[in-house]
Nanobody
């Protein structure tokens, strides 16, 4: 079974940093795109950053460009999200999700395509 395990959330002051990790198992890592999504209270899920593992081309939500970096360690089947200069509006539950590269269109939408989803990790940013 495909499993995604997200971790690394926590409480940080505005301007601080966190690094989230998503460990994938039960899949051929190179055959997938993996994304980070978040949901703030009362808000819908939004795609923060996604990356096709094969080509490493990232997608970023406009509001996080220049502050967040997605990367992968293929030997560890792990995708990271380095989050710097965190803002209160970055707070929420962060999820990682995977989609076969066959169905990945380069965008980062919280939709049925990203059908493999891990549990969330809470990010809280204090002002």
């Amino acid at each position: 079974d495909v499993q995604l395990q997200a971790s690394g959330g926590g409480l940080v002051q505005a301007g601080g940093s966190l690094r989230l990790s998503c460990v994938a198992s039960g899949l051929i890592f190179d055959d997938y795109a993996i994304g980070w999504f978040r949901q703030a209270p009362g808000q819908e899920h939004e795609g923060v950053s996604c990356m096709n593992i094969r080509d490493g081309i990232p997608y970023y939500l406009t509001s996080v460009e220049g502050r967040f970096t997605i990367s992968s360690d293929n030997a560890k089947n792990t995708v990271y999200l380095q989050m710097n200069s965190l803002r209160p509006e970055d707070a929420g539950v962060y999820y990682c999700a995977a989609v076969s590269h066959i169905f990945y269109d380069g965008h980062c939408g919280w939709n049925a395509d990203f059908g493999y989803r891990g549990q969330g990790t809470q990010v809280t940013v204090s002002s």
